[in-house]
């Protein structure tokens, strides 16, 4: 089992930066794939960034590329995800999550869930 904790959400003005952090235990995750997604009130949960296990391949959703960085840190078991240039559209619970295998979009495909970390933008 992978336990994940995300952290450093919070509130922020629009064109601001947040960055957050996706700690993984239980298991090392060096192999895995590393996901954000996110979900607002009311809208399905979203892809927003993925990585590869070595970090050689990242994918962005339209909506953040360019403004959002992806990475990784094997030896201590975290994912990032940099987010600058924040618009209130990008208020959200984001969620990290790691899967075994290919980085793939669907969040049908990602075996493991943290709980969620609240961003909110404000205008």
């Known amino acids: 089992q992978v336990q994940l904790v995300e952290s450093g959400g919070g509130l922020v003005q629009a064109g601001g930066s947040l960055r957050l952090s996706c700690a993984a235990s239980?298991?090392?995750?060096?192999?895995?794939?590393v996901g954000w997604f996110r979900q607002a009130p009311g809208k399905d949960r979203e892809f927003v960034a993925g990585?590869?296990?070595?970090?050689?391949?990242?994918n962005y959703a339209t909506s953040v590329k360019g403004r959002f960085t992806i990475s990784r840190d094997n030896a201590k078991n975290t994912g990032y995800l940099q987010m600058n240039s924040l618009k209130p559209e990008d208020t959200a619970v984001y969620y990290c999550?790691?899967?075994?295998?290919?980085?793939?979009?669907?969040?049908?495909?990602?075996?493991?869930w943290g709980q969620g970390t609240q961003v909110t933008v404000s205008s």
């Open positions: 239980g298991r090392t995750v060096g192999t895995y794939a």
């Open positions: 990585i590869s296990w070595s970090g050689g391949i990242t």
């Open positions: 999550a790691v899967r075994n295998g290919a980085l793939l979009s669907s969040t049908r495909e990602w075996a493991y």
